[in-house]
DNA sequence: GTGGTCTAGACCACA
DNA sequence: GTGGTCTAGACCACG
């Protein structure tokens, strides 16, 4: 699982940490009962305050998304909803819409974006892929 | 052009209004040189204070999307940008690799982001041509 | 470095402390990198309002004078534009007019405003000199 | 007499007219007993508001700078203390500075910034030759 | 009526 | 402690 957080997206950055969390349980890149990645180690690689993740993970437990084993770390929980693909591409719709609204202001045009977004789809597939490698 | 915020969102109510309004204008429902709603009058709309309003009004300003007449109101300008089309497309990179991140994290794959591109390309051009006609 | 602010000067005080900000820079008192006052003690000090020390610094960051990270403060950037040297001149242009004008207007002359430029260009210099020094 | 003003200077406007109706006099260029611009074609000519003019007139009355005959129109009254150069030099200072501190943040050296002003001060001479001739 | 500035004071995210 | 957002309400400049 890949977490990764915006400073200056306006939302708060807990938020964002749960919206990925839970994002990565319903595409079942995270499993139930799997583990959390730690709140130091996360908190270091995000670059971020301890006690921000630890927000994050305490309302994930409150919403009973993920459960905390005192002393072991936190593990998402079972039955959670695996969103549908269309819940999934529901929820990417605002961020899309943003990207293009944003073209727009910027005078690229429909085809230049479509192509932009193409290449870097592209260019982080072959990263990935040299990852693996 | 209607605007509507949530407070619950953590997104900043002021950006929300920001990125309305943007959307109207690259979705034409909001032409050049229409006056936007006042600053009074929106906030009263919206149930949220006249300064928030006013530092989006501010905002979108600053960026060369509106600009505002003293005492006569607030207006949308001419979509004229200044830099060349490669500084251009290199200010929309980070939000479309953020898209692209994010739709990987939704298990959406790449040709399915592509197709959602296009066809919420195509929606804002199909807005934009029914105000014209 | 030290600012003051004069509230019957017609100009808006967060525009002054901008201004004092900027000259503080260019006369090497506040150096690259280095801490700027905090928004309150600063607000303080000028028995001002937190907000408008914050509307300030806002706008410097826009403008890209200074940078603020989360939780730690507001610091001075590197000089570095993203322009191209025609357009930083073009920007200078209505502002140098300004002054051209300005100075026709209390007749003084040509060569006179030209040695007065000279004068508080090598000022400034000086002062970046003996804070280096 | 040449009257402009800059709505971006955060400095009012009909402090601006009262200004430089005052530098007028004081260098001269508006002569005791003269005749001011009607306040209706100075409102036009600057695309202020009438009522902005009417303010900075009256202020000026307040002060005893000029005297207002009905119907026939505003004054210069007597007794304006001509400034001296020292003083009309130290009235450009700030403007100066200002113009040398963006210089800087915009990395135009110091050579540039006389070069460009003398570049200005001569186009503007020019103009003024040209009107006349 | 319009937008612009400022104050006083609240709560939040982050270190 | 830092900066960021928002509210409520005041006064000013302008049309």
């Known amino acids: 699982m890949r977490i990764q957080v915006q400073f200056d997206l306006g939302q708060p950055v807990y ?3 749960m919206d990925q ?7 079942g890149s995270l499993l139930s009962g799997e583990a959390l990645p730690g709140i130091r180690p996360l908190a270091e690689q995000l670059r971020v305050n301890r006690n921000t993740v630890a ?8 919403e009973g998304v993920i459960e905390t084993k005192q002393g072991r770390g936190c593990f998402l ?10 819940a999934r591409t529901e929820m990417l719709l605002p961020q899309v819409d943003g990207v293009v609204v944003q073209a727009h202001h910027l ?17 982080f597939q072959n990263a ?3 990852t693996k490698g």
């Open 77 to 86: 929980r079972d039955g959670q909803t695996r969103y549908r693909k269309a």
């Open 21 to 27: 969390i839970k994002a990565a349980a319903a595409s």
């Open 15 to 17: 938020v964002q940490i």
């Open 55 to 62: 927000k994050a993970y305490l309302e994930l437990e409150r």
């Open 107 to 123: 005078q690229i045009g429909g085809d230049d974006l479509i192509a932009l977004v193409r290449e870097r789809v592209e260019y």
């Open 128 to 130: 990935r892929q040299n």
